[in-house]
C-alpha cells in the first residue's frame, strides 16, 4: 500500500477518521496497529523484524537510562546499535561485503566462494535502524528523556506515513508528539492535504513523466548518442527531487492529517550557490542525521587535526551516506566524490570568503546564476555514478557525451509534459525562495480554485500507473 | 579563571577562525549569529579553545554548549 496506490487513497481517510472519533487514551494503540497493518499487509514476515527492533531499542533505552556509570552507559549504547545494525547489515550488505571480498581475492589469484543471501530487502530498514540508533545515542548524550512506554518507541519506528522512506525523524522531536496525540485541529487537515497535492502533483507530473523519458535513454545506453544521455543526464536530478521531495511531502502532509509535525526534507535545493549549502538543502532529514551521529563525533575525534580532521569525517560521513543509498561499488565512489566536493569547499572556504566579500560578488545576480548553474551541473555529473549500477555503464555514458553528440531523441508527450510540470513547480520554488511575500495576500477563492486545477492536472496528465518511489529501495 | 581574561583569549581565536576581524564576543552570541560558524568551522574553533586553556571537552559537554556564555562557563569550570 504505497502512498500512490489506490488502497491508501480510500484507506487513508478512513484511518484519519477513526483517528478523531477514537478516544485520546486509546490513540496511540490506534495508531500503532493502524501502522502495524499497513507494514503488515506489505511484508507480514518483515513486520516481526520492525517489532524485534522496537524491542531492542525500548529495552536498551531503559538499561542506558537505568545505569549510573557513564563508562558503562556508553558500552550498553554501543552493545544496542550493533544490535540495531545487524538486522541492516545481513539484509542490505552481507551479500555487497561477500562481492567484494571475492573480487578482491580474485585479483591476487586466490578463488573462494562464500555463501550468498537472497533474501528481499525488508521495507524502510534503513530508516527505522537511523531512528533507533539516532535515540539511543541522544539517551546516552542527556539530549532526551527515556521513553518508558514500549508502545511509543514502537510507533516512533513504525509511524506509517514515515516508516517506509522517512524523512528520518528523531526521537526528541516525536516522542512530544506521540504523548500528546490531540483530535486533528481542521489548520492541519487543510495544510496536510495541501502538502500531500503538491507532493502527488511532483511525483506523478513531474518525476514520473521526466522518468519515461530518462529511463527510456538511461535503459538503451548503447543505442542512444551523447546528446541524448547528456538530456538524460540533466533532467534526472529534476525526477529524482519530484520523486524523492514528493514522497517526502506526501509522508509530511499525511503525518500532518493526524496532526503530528514531521521534520522537512527538502528546501529547494537547486538554488544553492555550493555543494555545502546543496547539502544543506537536499535530503535533510538524512543528511542532518549523518552530520549529527557520524560527522561530528568523527570531527570531534579528529579535532587536534583541524582542516584535515574536518576533511577525514567529511569524508567517512558520506562514505557511509554513498553506502546507505546503495550497496554498490558506484555508490562508494558517488559517496566520496561528494565527500572531496566538500572538503574542497571547506579547504577554500575562507579565502572563498575574502574573495567574494572583496568584490561584492554575493551581490551581483550573474555570480549567483553562475554558482546555481555549476552545483546543479556537478550534481547531475556525480549522479550518473550514483544511479547506475556498474563503473561500465556510467563510464560509457560519461564517454558518449563527451565524445558522440548527435540528434536528440525525442519523446514529445513527455517532454512537453515534463518540461510544463517542472516550470510550474520551479515557478514555485522561485517565488518561496526569491519572493517569499508574493501573492500573500491572495484571494481564498483564487487559491481554491488554483488547487482544484493542481488536483484536475494531476488527474488528467499525471502518469497513474503505480510507479515505485526511488526511496523505497534504500 | 577571570571572566575578563577569557574573553580576551576567546576573542582572537573567535575571528581568526570565523573570519571576521570585528566580531565582538557577548554571552548570548550563538552559531546562527555568526556567518561562518558552521559544523565545519566549530571544531576547529574548539580544538583552539582546547589547546589555549590546556583542557579538553567530552563530546557530551560540548553538544551541551549553544551561546558564547556557556563556553565562558564551561572554561571557568575546567580551567
Same mark, same amino acid.
Given at each position: 500500500?504505497?502512498?500512490?496506490?489506490?488502497?491508501?487513497?480510500?484507506?487513508?481517510?478512513?484511518?484519519?477518521?477513526?483517528?478523531?472519533?477514537?478516544?485520546?487514551?486509546?490513540?496511540?494503540?490506534?495508531?500503532?496497529?493502524?501502522?502495524?497493518?499497513?507494514?503488515?499487509?506489505?511484508?507480514?514476515?518483515?513486520?516481526?523484524?520492525?517489532?524485534?527492533?522496537?524491542?531492542?531499542?525500548?529495552?536498551?533505552?531503559?538499561?542506558?537510562?537505568?545505569?549510573?556509570?557513564?563508562?558503562?552507559?556508553?558500552?550498553?549504547?554501543?552493545?544496542?546499535?550493533?544490535?540495531?545494525?545487524?538486522?541492516?547489515?545481513?539484509?542490505?550488505?552481507?551479500? #555487497?561485503?561477500?562481492?567484494?571480498?571475492?573480487?578482491?581475492?580474485?585479483?591476487?589469484?586466490?578463488?573462494?566462494?562464500?555463501?550468498?543471501?537472497?533474501?528481499?530487502?525488508?521495507?524502510?530498514?534503513?530508516?527505522?535502524?537511523?531512528?533507533?540508533?539516532?535515540?539511543?545515542?541522544?539517551?546516552?548524550?542527556?539530549?532526551?528523556?527515556?521513553?518508558?512506554?514500549?508502545?511509543?518507541?514502537?510507533?516512533?519506528?513504525?509511524?506509517?506515513?514515515?516508516?517506509?522512506?522517512?524523512?528520518?525523524?528523531?526521537?526528541?522531536?516525536?516522542?512530544?508528539?506521540?504523548?500528546?496525540?490531540?483530535?486533528?485541529?481542521?489548520?492541519?487537515?487543510?495544510?496536510?492535504?495541501?502538502?500531500?497535492?503538491?507532493?502527488?502533483?511532483?511525483?506523478?507530473?513531474?518525476?514520473?513523466?521526466?522518468?519515461?523519458?530518462?529511463?527510456?535513454?538511461?535503459?538503451?545506453?548503447?543505442?542512444?548518442?551523447?546528446?541524448?544521455?547528456?538530456?538524460?543526464?540533466?533532467?534526472?536530478?529534476?525526477?529524482?527531487?519530484?520523486?524523492?521531495?514528493?514522497?517526502?511531502?506526501?509522508?509530511?502532509?499525511?503525518?500532518?492529517?493526524?496532526?503530528?509535525?514531521?521534520?522537512?526534507?527538502?528546501?529547494?535545493?537547486?538554488?544553492?550557490?555550493?555543494?555545502?549549502?546543496?547539502?544543506?538543502?537536499?535530503?535533510?532529514?538524512?543528511?542532518?542525521?549523518?552530520?549529527?551521529?557520524?560527522?561530528?563525533?568523527?570531527?570531534?575525534?579528529?579535532?587536534?587535526?583541524?582542516?584535515?580532521?574536518?576533511?577525514?569525517?567529511?569524508?567517512?560521513?558520506?562514505?557511509?551516506?554513498?553506502?546507505?543509498?546503495?550497496?554498490?561499488?558506484?555508490?562508494?565512489?558517488?559517496?566520496?566524490?561528494?565527500?572531496?566536493?566538500?572538503?574542497?569547499?571547506?579547504?577554500?572556504?575562507?579565502?572563498?570568503?575574502?574573495?567574494?566579500?572583496?568584490?561584492?560578488?554575493?551581490?551581483?545576480?550573474?555570480?549567483?546564476?553562475?554558482?546555481?548553474?555549476?552545483?546543479?551541473?556537478?550534481?547531475?555529473?556525480?549522479?550518473?555514478?550514483?544511479?547506475?549500477?556498474?563503473?561500465?555503464?556510467?563510464?560509457?555514458?560519461?564517454?558518449?557525451?563527451?565524445?558522440?553528440?548527435?540528434?536528440?531523441?525525442?519523446?514529445?508527450?513527455?517532454?512537453?509534459?515534463?518540461?510544463?510540470?517542472?516550470?510550474?513547480? #520551479?515557478?514555485?520554488?522561485?517565488?518561496?525562495?526569491?519572493?517569499?511575500?508574493?501573492?500573500?495576500?491572495?484571494?481564498?477563492?483564487?487559491?481554491?480554485?488554483?488547487?482544484?486545477?493542481?488536483?484536475?492536472?494531476?488527474?488528467?496528465?499525471?502518469?497513474?500507473?503505480?510507479?515505485?518511489?526511488?526511496?523505497?529501495?534504500? | 579563571?577571570?571572566?575578563?581574561?577569557?574573553?580576551?583569549?576567546?576573542?582572537?581565536?573567535?575571528?581568526?577562525?570565523?573570519?571576521?576581524?570585528?566580531?565582538?564576543?557577548?554571552?548570548?552570541?550563538?552559531?546562527?549569529?555568526?556567518?561562518?560558524?558552521?559544523?565545519?568551522?566549530?571544531?576547529?574553533?574548539?580544538?583552539?579553545?582546547?589547546?589555549?586553556?590546556?583542557?579538553?571537552?567530552?563530546?557530551?559537554?560540548?553538544?551541551?554548549?549553544?551561546?558564547?556564555?556557556?563556553?565562558?562557563?564551561?572554561?571557568?569550570?575546567?580551567?
Amino acid at each position: 500500500m504505497t502512498f500512490t496506490s489506490f488502497k491508501f487513497l480510500i484507506f487513508f481517510p478512513l484511518i484519519v477518521l477513526f483517528f478523531n472519533l477514537v478516544p485520546k487514551k486509546y490513540r496511540l494503540y490506534y495508531l500503532l496497529a493502524a501502522s502495524y497493518t499497513i507494514y503488515g499487509l506489505l511484508q507480514p514476515a518483515y513486520l516481526l523484524l520492525l517489532i524485534a527492533s522496537s524491542i531492542i531499542t525500548y529495552s536498551f533505552g531503559v538499561w542506558i537510562d537505568k545505569t549510573e556509570d557513564d563508562e558503562k552507559k556508553h558500552k550498553i549504547m554501543i552493545g544496542g546499535i550493533l544490535l540495531i545494525l545487524l538486522p541492516l547489515f545481513m539484509f542490505k550488505y552481507y551479500n #555487497f561485503i561477500n562481492e567484494s571480498i571475492i573480487s578482491l581475492l580474485g585479483y591476487i589469484g586466490i578463488s573462494v566462494s562464500l555463501p550468498a543471501i537472497r533474501w528481499l530487502l525488508p521495507l524502510g530498514i534503513s530508516y527505522y535502524t537511523f531512528m533507533s540508533i539516532g535515540y539511543l545515542v541522544d539517551l546516552y548524550n542527556e539530549e532526551v528523556e527515556v521513553e518508558k512506554n514500549p508502545c511509543s518507541v514502537a510507533l516512533f519506528l513504525s509511524f506509517f506515513p514515515i516508516v517506509f522512506s522517512g524523512p528520518i525523524e528523531r526521537a526528541g522531536h516525536m516522542f512530544p508528539q506521540i504523548s500528546r496525540m490531540d483530535r486533528s485541529k481542521p489548520s492541519d487537515l487543510v495544510a496536510g492535504a495541501k502538502m500531500m497535492l503538491w507532493g502527488y502533483f511532483m511525483k506523478l507530473c513531474v518525476a514520473d513523466r521526466l522518468s519515461l523519458y530518462v529511463n527510456a535513454v538511461y535503459s538503451n545506453v548503447e543505442i542512444n548518442n551523447g546528446s541524448s544521455l547528456g538530456l538524460a543526464a540533466l533532467l534526472f536530478p529534476i525526477q529524482e527531487y519530484g520523486d524523492l521531495a514528493g514522497y517526502s511531502l506526501i509522508a509530511i502532509g499525511a503525518a500532518r492529517c493526524l496532526g503530528f509535525h514531521i521534520i522537512p526534507n527538502f528546501r529547494r535545493p537547486f538554488f544553492a550557490k555550493s555543494i555545502s549549502s546543496f547539502w544543506r538543502r537536499w535530503h535533510m532529514s538524512l543528511i542532518q542525521w549523518l552530520t549529527d551521529y557520524i560527522y561530528t563525533p568523527m570531527a570531534y575525534a579528529l579535532r587536534s587535526k583541524k582542516s584535515w580532521g574536518v576533511v577525514g569525517a567529511l569524508m567517512v560521513t558520506f562514505l557511509v551516506s554513498g553506502i546507505w543509498h546503495g550497496a554498490t561499488m558506484t555508490c562508494v565512489v558517488w559517496g566520496l566524490m561528494q565527500g572531496v566536493l566538500l572538503s574542497i569547499e571547506s579547504l577554500t572556504l575562507n579565502k572563498r570568503t575574502a574573495f567574494e566579500t572583496k568584490y561584492s560578488l554575493e551581490k551581483k545576480w550573474w555570480y549567483n546564476l553562475i554558482c546555481i548553474v555549476c552545483v546543479y551541473l556537478i550534481f547531475a555529473f556525480s549522479e550518473i555514478y550514483g544511479m547506475s549500477s556498474s563503473f561500465q555503464n556510467s563510464n560509457a555514458i560519461v564517454n558518449k557525451i563527451l565524445f558522440d553528440h548527435g540528434p536528440l531523441f525525442l519523446h514529445p508527450t513527455s517532454l512537453i509534459l515534463g518540461f510544463f510540470a517542472t516550470s510550474i513547480l #520551479f515557478f514555485k520554488d522561485i517565488r518561496e525562495e526569491y519572493f517569499p511575500k508574493a501573492f500573500s495576500n491572495t484571494n481564498n477563492y483564487v487559491k481554491i480554485t488554483l488547487y482544484i486545477c493542481l488536483f484536475l492536472y494531476i488527474l488528467l496528465f499525471g502518469v497513474l500507473d503505480g510507479g515505485q518511489f526511488i526511496y523505497l529501495q534504500f | 579563571m577571570d571572566k575578563k581574561v577569557i574573553i580576551e583569549k576567546l576573542t582572537p581565536i573567535f575571528r581568526e577562525v570565523f573570519s571576521d576581524p570585528n566580531l565582538v564576543l557577548t554571552d548570548e552570541l550563538t552559531a546562527n549569529d555568526v556567518d561562518n560558524w558552521g559544523s565545519l568551522t566549530h571544531m576547529t574553533m574548539m580544538a583552539e579553545v582546547e589547546q589555549t586553556f590546556g583542557i579538553a571537552f567530552k563530546l557530551k559537554e560540548l553538544k551541551k554548549l549553544n551561546t558564547v556564555g556557556e563556553l565562558i562557563e564551561a572554561i571557568q569550570t575546567k580551567a
